[in-house]
Every structure is written in structure tokens, then in C-alpha cells.
């Protein structure tokens, strides 16, 4: 579904984001630039560095657990900077992560206070749940492998993963470059929206082809994937770290995860991390008012879609402040609208502008469309054959409901590539939504928002 444009006329009222004031960079988007920091600098952390500078040694001899419960309890008050407590909470969240699913042990119910504490409290400085999220997975889980070089996916590697595989590694340094790729399209569209309010048609048109040829780099980006994150690997050894707390009964986890020390030793229940946590795209659907809505005859009233809301709670708290100011002054669609309405719609400059907007929805699209054969391939399709010979079925019980197959006469995809299988079985994403169908309407809402 798309927004018509009728309820923005008040935006120009209302002062444009400005990116900094939001920890975001107007070089490589919701990715921090410069880089994230390589160490905390104060020597009261170095127990936190130095566990996770062993992680995947401590992993594979089983001794990550009595290790982490041995840890001293730190508090959080030392952390100075912005990029300090970034460094922190990615730490803190991977460890806890690889401590409940990777231990080598059974899956633990529960993390220690010496974690489960600063843990909580760092959290709360970047408002973000205590939880693995794409921000400390992806966003400020790399570095550069040359601190002189480009901000590329070839300079990229990660600072931890929870598994020791490259192919992890590669999962997580391709999400951070498609981040880099349509970040940098943010700040164009930002100028285009002032010239919208200016009525300045060159300008936007100017400013629409800058941030196309950033997105024209994203779904491209996405397809590197498949060069060096081999399915199988993703699927049955990286997938369970990536799983929350919330409705993990299949994993092992049928009571949310303990947090000792935190509200009472509080069980907590959440999603796990999952590119549905990215502002990036939330962004560019309110750039071009591409809206999404739960699917419900019952109900006259469309509502908004329930799971990309929910995930916005998983956002840093400073993007997501960022989307809710994007979301009352967005007026790109209402400015073509206007534009193609007028008796002068016909001429080139107006053409030109519905070309241009046109060609940067179907860029999302494709990356949508991208997304699908991702899922399929690493997900649907891995579940649907089982573990490799000798490999570790990490589920408990696996679900025998099969997905609904759609009609998509707006994809290019196969068959198979757009999960399209009527034998596959429904799989939940690490952040719990049914993953084909809310993929595939994403899309579908996507290309519905092209004027031609």
C-alpha cells in the first residue's frame, strides 16, 4: 500500500531531520563513521575484552560458561562515549548469546548476574533491549581491515562472531555494506525533501538520481551473499545464535531467558536479532511513502503492520527517534503526486520526476525481491532437507505446517528462488514472524507504490 500524500501538507511546518543529531552519518547511514571503536580504553573492562578475545577458543573447549560465571561485575557508569557504549552493549550481547547457545553444553535458562547486570544497564543508556539485535550483530560488530581504506565490503571484517566461521564473518560484513550502500542515499533524500518544500522540480530530480545510484548498489550488495555464506553452514550452525527468548520452546528455551540480578532475576522474552531491525529500509519506505498493513478482513480499517512496529523496539533508541521525526515531515510522494496532477504533468521535467522516483521504489523492491531468495535458499530450503550427515539438529521439534504460495506476477524470481514451494515447511524468522508471506507482502506493497 502506499500513503497519498493528503495528510503531509502540514510537514513543511515541521524542521527536516538532521542526521548527526541522530547518530547517524551522512557517509554510511545507521553505520557508524568513523569506524567502531577497537577496544575500550579503560583497564576496568578488560574482563569483558578479554572474553571476548577468546570467544570461539573458550567456546570449543566448553569453557565459556564457567568462565563468564567467574566474571566480575562491573558497572557501566565508566563508559564515557557514545562509541564506549556501543563497544559495550555488542560485546555484552554477543556474549550472552554465545554463552545461552553455544556453550557446548545444554542451552541455558538462564545468564549470571556479572552479565545479566551491566548488561541491563547499558542497554538502557542507548535505549535498546538487553538482547542480541542487528545494531550489535551488525552495526557495531566490524572494523576496516586497512584503517586507511575505503568503507567497503572487501575492507570489512568483523569484530566477533559467535560461531569462529567466515561464513558468519561474511553473513554480517554483507549487511553491513548494504547498510554503507543505502546509507549514503539518506542525505540526498533529505536535500530532495527541501527542495520539495522549495518547489525547486531540479533540484528533487537532481537529488532523487544521487540517491538512486547509492540504491541501485544495494541489492547487489545483498546478492553477494551467496559468494562466501554457504547455506547449510548459516542455517544449522550461525541461525541459533541469532534466536531470542520469545517463543524459543522449539530451541530449547520454552520460558524466556533468566536475568539474574535484573527486576527480581526477571525473565525477559524477546525476538532475536534480524535485518527487520534495520532503520534503514523503515527509512526509505517513508521517504517514498511505501506503507505496510496487516493483513485482516475482519477488520474495515486498515492498521499499520503490528511486527515492523514491534521490531522498531529493537532499533537503537536514537534511529528510531530519527524515523518518528522522518515519519511527520516525509513529503516526496505528495510532491509527485501534486506535480503529476497539474495539466503541465505531461511535460519532461515532471516525467523525468516520476521516472526517477519510479526507478528508486523498484530498487527496494529488487532488494526485496533479493531478500526472498536469501530466505529461501538459507532457510526454507535447508529445513526442508535437514542437517548434513553428522551435523547437529539444533531444533527440538520442527513444524509440519506448510506455507501459503502466492500469485506474484511483479517478480522476476523462479519458483523456487521466490519460495514459491508448496512443500516447504512454515519457518519462523529469529525475529518471529511467519517469514514468506510477510516477506513477499513487503514486496508486493513495495512495487504497488510506482506510479508507472
Not at 419 to 446: W, Y
Request: some cysteine; charged content about 20%.
Amino acid at each position: 500500500m502506499v500513503a497519498d500524500g493528503s495528510h503531509h501538507q502540514h510537514t513543511a511546518t515541521v524542521a527536516l531531520p538532521v542526521l548527526s543529531d541522530y547518530d547517524i552519518s551522512d557517509v554510511t547511514g545507521f553505520v557508524p563513521h568513523p569506524q567502531p571503536l577497537a577496544s575500550l580504553p579503560l583497564p576496568y573492562y578488560q574482563p569483558w575484552e578479554d572474553i571476548m578475545g577468546q570467544l570461539n577458543a573458550l567456546t570449543n573447549s566448553r569453557q565459556l560458561r564457567s568462565r563468564v560465571d567467574q566474571m566480575s561485575l562491573l558497572e557501566v557508569d565508566r563508559l564515557e562515549t557514545r562509541p564506549q557504549i556501543q563497544r559495550a552493549y555488542a560485546m555484552l550481547s554477543i556474549m550472552a548469546h554465545t554463552y545461552v547457545w553455544g556453550s557446548g553444553l545444554d542451552i541455558a535458562q538462564s545468564i549470571p548476574e556479572s552479565l545479566a547486570v551491566p548488561w541491563q544497564a547499558v542497554a538502557d543508556l542507548i535505549d535498546i533491549p538487553p538482547v542480541l539485535t542487528y545494531a550489535s550483530n551488525d552495526l557495531w560488530n566490524w572494523k576496516l581491515k586497512d584503517p586507511a581504506g575505503p568503507y567497503v565490503l572487501e575492507n570489512l571484517e568483523t569484530l566477533w562472531t559467535m560461531t569462529g566461521t567466515y561464513d558468519e564473518t561474511w553473513f554480517d560484513i554483507v549487511s553491513v555494506s548494504v547498510e554503507m550502500e543505502g546509507g549514503a542515499a539518506l542525505q540526498p533524500l533529505l536535500n530532495a525533501m527541501q527542495a520539495a518544500r522549495d518547489d525547486d522540480l531540479p533540484t528533487v530530480v537532481a537529488n532523487l538520481k544521487i540517491a538512486l545510484s547509492q540504491l541501485q548498489k544495494v541489492s547487489k550488495q545483498l546478492a553477494r551473499m551467496f559468494e562466501k555464506c554457504d547455506p547449510a553452514v548459516f542455517y544449522w550452525k550461525i541461525r541459533k545464535f541469532l534466536s531470542g527468548s520469545e517463543n524459543m520452546a522449539s530451541l530449547g528455551l520454552p520460558n524466556g531467558l533468566e536475568y539474574k540480578g535484573v527486576n527480581n532475576n526477571e525473565r525477559k522474552h524477546y525476538m532475536g536479532a534480524t535485518a527487520g531491525q534495520s532503520s534503514l529500509f523503515p527509512a526509505l519506505d517513508l521517504f517514498f511513502g511505501i506503507e505496510h498493513y496487516d493483513e485482516n478482513p475482519s477488520q474495515p480499517e486498515k492498521s499499520p503492520n503490528a511486527l515492523l512496529l514491534k521490531m522498531r523496539a529493537f532499533m537503537p533508541g536514537a534511529h528510531r527517534a530519527f524515523l518518528d521525526h522522518l515519519a511527520k515531515v516525509a513529503n516526496l510522494r505528495a510532491y509527485v503526486l501534486s506535480k503529476e496532477r497539474l495539466p503541465s504533468g505531461s511535460d519532461d521535467q515532471v516525467k523525468d520526476l516520476l521516472t526517477t522516483y519510479d526507478e528508486c521504489v523498484q530498487q527496494i523492491k529488487l532488494f526485496r525481491d533479493t531478500h526472498i531468495q536469501i530466505v529461501t535458499k538459507y532457510i526454507l530450503v535447508q529445513a526442508k532437507r535437514g542437517p548434513p550427515e553428522g551435523w547437529e539438529d539444533y531444533r527440538v521439534q520442527v513444524p509440519v505446517a506448510t506455507t501459503a504460495t502466492t500469485n506474484d506476477h511483479a517478480s522476476t524470481t523462479t519458483k523456487e528462488e521466490d519460495g514459491n514451494d508448496d512443500e516447504a515447511p512454515a519457518i519462523q524468522g529469529t525475529g518471529g514472524s511467519d517469514l514468506m508471506p510477510f516477506l513477499k507482502t513487503n514486496r508486493d506493497e513495495t512495487n504497488a507504490a510506482k506510479f508507472n
